[in-house]
Each structure stands twice: as structure tokens, then as C-alpha cells.
């Protein structure tokens, strides 16, 4: 289960854009992704501990940031029932580090979302990582719904992913059967939303529509996006979203035939 499959992970390299499916492999272009904590002990908080390495094998020290932050770190399991994106800070060393809670024993999977300035655009690297003892308790990731609860907030989705072609996605936040106007921005956006493809792991880039603060982006109750990926599956979407000071996030399930 852990060989991911690799498509056509290599057919787009060279060009300025990552078209194909990203996340997919610990080293591309010359980066790679170097875990130094490969397993974690489950449902404490421990300290994730990584490199990236460039491609004369130190740390890369020139990052560009992508909302606001350096690097984007998200840990899923591999099942996709849980989810954590969190934002590691370097020391002088070069190693980046970050507390993280896995909730539950199983295999999970760390992708690390970044923009070295000498190559001029972002990179996804993924790798493998271990939580608690064992396989932990089997899941199954819930069916295509088209609303998803949490907080007492409820985030309705229109519109569908498609194979190879860009499709908006809107995400409706409500409260209590009102839209929700007050949205507060998160990293320079209104919500951050995270694809992946649970036969592979493929990590999918999504590009939000808008931001807070160009004159016609509203705070809610809508967030859309334009995603694209890269071929059939079933697809989780992870919504991070802040609301009154929290950052909550609402998951869906797609199917791309
Ligand atoms: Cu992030």
C-alpha cells in the first residue's frame, strides 16, 4: 500500500507550471523532501521534524512564499479520514519543525507545499510516515455528500471536479440556516482548499478565486475555487476556512469518473 502509483508524474517536468499529479514522490527537480521523524507516537502532540534539500543536497535556503507562509505541511492519513495542515517554522540548521496531533494509529502521508526561488514555481513532495502502533482501526471515507457540518457551521458545495479541465467550485458557509457574511481572511484568502485522490495519494493544486481586499471579494457566504485534476478517482476536499477567530475545516468526497 505503499507504492504509489505514478501516472504520468513525470511527463511535465521542464515546464513552468506542474500540470501533472503532484505530491507523489519525496524528490523532483532536484528537491527532495527528507523526513527525519518517520514515525509518531498517535493522539499526542509530537514534533515533526524534516528537511529540504536542494539540488546540491544541502537546505534549500531561498523560499518563496505562497500565502504568507514558507512551507504548507499537510499530514493525512493514507485512508483520508484525517487531516492536518499546519506551518513549520527553520532553525539556523536548516531543519524545519512543527507540532502536530495524529488523532489515531495508521499510515499517513506528509506533503510539503513550497516555491524554492531558483526554480520559480511550487513544488509538492510527499512521503511516507508512521503513527502509533500498528495498522490503528480500518476506515472507509464517506460517499459523495454535497453538505459537510462542522463547528455548528454548515458548508454546502456546488459544483463537481472534472479530469483534465478546470471546473470552479463554490462553497457555501452558513450558521444556523443563515449565510455566513463574516468570514475572516486565512493566509491571505478566504479559504485554503486541499484535493487528493485516495488511490494514489495525488495531490491536487487548487487556485482560489479572489482574495480579501481586492474590491470584489466577499467575505462569505461563498468561496470558490478553480481545480483541476488530474484524471478518474475519488477525490477528498479538505476546506480551511476561519470563522469568529477559529480555523475550521468542512471535507467532501468526489467522485471523477
Ligand atoms: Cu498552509
Known amino acids: 500500500m505503499n507504492t504509489p502509483h505514478h501516472h504520468d508524474a513525470h511527463a511535465h517536468h521542464g515546464q513552468h507550471e506542474q500540470h501533472g499529479p503532484a505530491g507523489l514522490d519525496s524528490s523532483q527537480d532536484g528537491y527532495t523532501l527528507a523526513l527525519e521523524t518517520v514515525a509518531l507516537p498517535a493522539g499526542t502532540d509530537s514534533d515533526l521534524r524534516f528537511r529540504l534539500l536542494g539540488t546540491d543536497g544541502r537546505p534549500v535556503a531561498d523560499l518563496t512564499p505562497i500565502h504568507?507562509?514558507?512551507?504548507?505541511?499537510?499530514v493525512v492519513r493514507r485512508d483520508l479520514t484525517r487531516y492536518v495542515h499546519v506551518h513549520p517554522a527553520v532553525a539556523d540548521d536548516g531543519t524545519w519543525s512543527v507540532r502536530v496531533r495524529l488523532p489515531e494509529a495508521g499510515a499517513y502521508r506528509v506533503f510539503a507545499d513550497f516555491a524554492p526561488a531558483a526554480l520559480?514555481?511550487?513544488?509538492?513532495?510527499?512521503?511516507d510516515l508512521g503513527a502509533g502502533?500498528?495498522?490503528?482501526p480500518a476506515r472507509e471515507l464517506p460517499g459523495p455528500a454535497p453538505a459537510f457540518a462542522v463547528d455548528g457551521r454548515e458548508v454546502t458545495l456546488?459544483?463537481?471536479?472534472?479530469a483534465g479541465e478546470r471546473r470552479r467550485l463554490e462553497f457555501a458557509v452558513a450558521r444556523d440556516g443563515r449565510p455566513v457574511t463574516d468570514l475572516q481572511p486565512y493566509l491571505a484568502a478566504y479559504g485554503h482548499l486541499v484535493a487528493l485522490r485516495l488511490e494514489d495519494?495525488?495531490?491536487v493544486h487548487v487556485h482560489p478565486d479572489g482574495s480579501p481586499g481586492d474590491g470584489t471579494t466577499e467575505p462569505g457566504p461563498v468561496v470558490a475555487f478553480h481545480a483541476q485534476v488530474p484524471g478518474p478517482g475519488t477525490y477528498r476536499l479538505f476546506l480551511d476556512f476561519k470563522h469568529e477567530d477559529a480555523v475550521r475545516t468542512a471535507e467532501f468526497t468526489a467522485v471523477v469518473k
Not at 504568507?68 to 499537510?74: E, S, W
Not at 456546488?158 to 472534472?162: D, H, Y
Request: glycine share 18%; no cysteine; aromatic share 4%.
Open 68 to 74: 504568507d507562509k514558507l512551507v504548507h505541511l499537510i
Open 120 to 127: 520559480g514555481r511550487t513544488l509538492t513532495l510527499g512521503a
Open 133 to 136: 502502533d500498528g495498522d490503528g
Open 158 to 162: 456546488t459544483g463537481e471536479p472534472a
Open 201 to 203: 495519494l495525488a495531490y
